[in-house]
């Protein structure tokens, strides 16, 4: 497309044009330049995102370091496929690169400071949820039908089909899913099969709570709960951290609201 003669009056503009295609937003840069002659010119410099654009303009950019599957050639000019130090500029191609190769794809500890904890944590899941399913790595010839395809795994309907359940920490949720917490407390359950996960986002896999039941804190008894397992040295103790965590996060929680103790099996650990 002859972008410039379409946006002759913003040839000048020193910020990104926007155009629509009727399909999606481009953004231009419209650049002065010079010839071999030494005559000067426009050029159009073309961006599907908007953070590219400016990037160019003030000559910064985003850089995101991590290991997945390189090409590399030698002198001969054969291909060789290996796990290698790659980058990106931009967090949606990192974000491709983990759905392409979760069982390679990795951030070094030194380059971890380069993500948000938000970033890190979605990359993290994506990956743990793709490995959960054994979903295989995508080779760099597969065709847009070989990649759709690999969607109809059956197991990648367990994501589609139950809602993520996070306990309030890890150990709990490594002790479940070794099945040796068979518990949890909540204030409701709407269902009875969930993917259990921990707090980094990493999937445990499938339980299911096979038993609710109703009461106050204050009528828990150790046939309910282990206070022990959970780190305290009585019931009472337990107790009252349970109070105290529930009147923290709820406003409307007393000491005569019912919570729901949830005895759960494991259906599959990931």
């Keep these: 497309m002859n972008y410039l003669r379409k946006y002759k009056k913003y040839k000048n503009a020193g910020l990104p044009i926007m155009d629509f295609d009727g399909k999606s937003m481009h953004y231009l840069n419209f650049y002065k330049m010079k010839n ?20 160019d303009l003030l000559n910064e950019e985003f850089y995101y370091s991590f290991n997945t599957l390189i090409c590399e050639y030698d002198e001969e000019g054969n291909e060789t496929i290996k796990v290698g130090h790659s980058h990106a500029h931009n967090f949606e191609s990192v974000v491709r690169e983990v759905y392409y190769n979760p069982h390679v794809f ?63 920490d890890d150990k709990s949720a490594e002790l479940m899913i070794n099945k040796k917490k068979k518990y949890f407390i909540s204030l409701n359950t709407n269902d009875n099969r969930y993917l259990l996960a921990n707090n980094e986002g990493i999937y445990l896999g499938l339980i299911e709570v096979i038993k609710k039941k109703k009461l106050r804190i204050d009528d828990l008894t150790e046939k309910d709960v282990d206070y022990k397992l959970e780190g305290f040295k009585s019931l009472k103790a337990y107790q009252n951290d349970l109070k105290k965590f529930y009147r923290e996060n709820f406003a409307d929680f007393n000491d005569r609201t019912e919570i729901i103790v949830n005895t759960v099996k494991v259906i599959r650990k990931f």
């Design 36 to 55: 071999n002659k030494g005559k000067e010119k426009i050029n159009v410099f073309d961006y599907d995102l908007l953070s590219d654009a400016l990037e």
């Design 106 to 168: 990795s951030i070094d500890k030194e380059d971890k400071y380069l993500y948000s904890e938000q970033e890190y944590r979605f990359l993290m899941k994506i990956k743990s949820y793709l490995m959960a399913i054994k979903r295989e790595d995508i080779s760099f010839n597969a065709t847009i039908d070989d990649i759709n395809d690999m969607s109809l795994n059956e197991d990648a309907c367990l994501f589609r089909d139950y809602k993520t359940f996070v306990l309030p």
